[in-house]
């Protein structure tokens, strides 16, 4: 199916009877194992997505499938703990919904991050990717059928979508924490099964270092629509055929929890400076 400009009022309007004339600076998209940032936003107010109309409701674990509004870091957010995925059996315009919903309340900046295999070899699990570019060749846009003028023009511009301003801060963030910071290219893959290991063989060759299931149709939507965007990837895992085991989601939780510390310092310490 496809929205209309209407609908997505329609949930930020649901959105505002909850939430009153609070006007969030910056959303924020956590996945899989990192959504613990969103326990920590002061004079919070919780708002499920199964509430929300037209929302859909995450599936995967590790996302508890809830809006959070609030302060963090002195700054208005909107966290939202989990996101929805094309895997789940949702379009790609249902999976970025919410982008636009939140940039309907006023959100003008996206922090987005995920949990993903690691392609390049020279790199480790554990270690943190500032997200610089993404590769996304598999099946339709989140953009596709009419375009809604109200969100932005009908073939914008992508070049800059994670925003160069922003991977400045995140690199000075990082220098200061002493926190390293990988920098490197996202390839999405559909999903729900893993990588292969010639696809991640592929994606290498094709300048990829590192492969997920998430994040690319949010970060598109989120450029249409004029929003600023920086992105993280925590490397969770060796992607397919690098070690010789096989892969689970478990590891990825189980990854998220190791690197929470290090993680919630170089997202907050972002946050201050936007």
């Not at 930020?12 to 613990?36: K, N, Q």
């Not at 397919?240 to 919630?264: H, M, N, T, W, Y």
């Amino acid at each position: 199916m496809q929205y209309a400009f209407e609908q997505y009022r329609d949930s930020a309007d649901y959105i505002r009877s909850r939430i009153g004339d609070f006007t969030p600076e910056t959303a924020m998209i956590l996945g899989s194992g990192l959504g613990y940032l969103g326990d920590e936003v002061r004079d919070a107010a919780a708002v499920s997505y199964g509430d929300i109309p037209n929302f859909k409701v995450s599936t995967a674990p590790g996302h508890k499938g809830r809006l959070v509004f609030g302060r963090l870091e002195g700054k208005n957010v909107a966290v939202m703990q989990g996101r929805v995925h094309h895997y789940e059996g949702y379009s790609y315009e249902e999976a970025s919904y919410a982008v636009r919903v939140l940039r309907l309340l006023g959100a003008e900046n996206l922090i987005v991050t995920n949990a993903a295999g690691c392609v390049n070899t020279a790199w480790a699990p554990g270690d943190l990717m500032l997200i610089t570019d993404h590769i996304k060749f598999f099946m339709e846009s989140p953009l596709r059928g009419a375009n809604l003028q109200e969100f932005g023009p009908r073939f914008p511009d992508a070049s800059g979508l994670y925003t160069p301003a922003l991977r400045e801060t995140a690199r000075r963030a990082a220098a200061e924490l002493g926190v390293g910071l990988r920098e490197g290219v996202y390839m999405y893959f559909p999903g729900p099964q893993y990588e292969t290991p010639a696809e991640v063989r592929a994606a290498r060759i094709l300048g990829a270092d590192a492969v997920g299931m998430s994040t690319a149709p949010e970060v598109i939507t989120a450029g249409h629509c004029g929003m600023r965007v920086l992105g993280f990837t925590l490397l969770a895992n060796m992607a397919a055929g690098i070690l010789d085991q096989p892969l689970s989601e478990q590891e990825v939780l189980d990854a998220g929890e190791k690197c929470r510390e290090k993680f919630s310092r170089l997202v907050l310490a972002c946050l201050r400076r936007m």
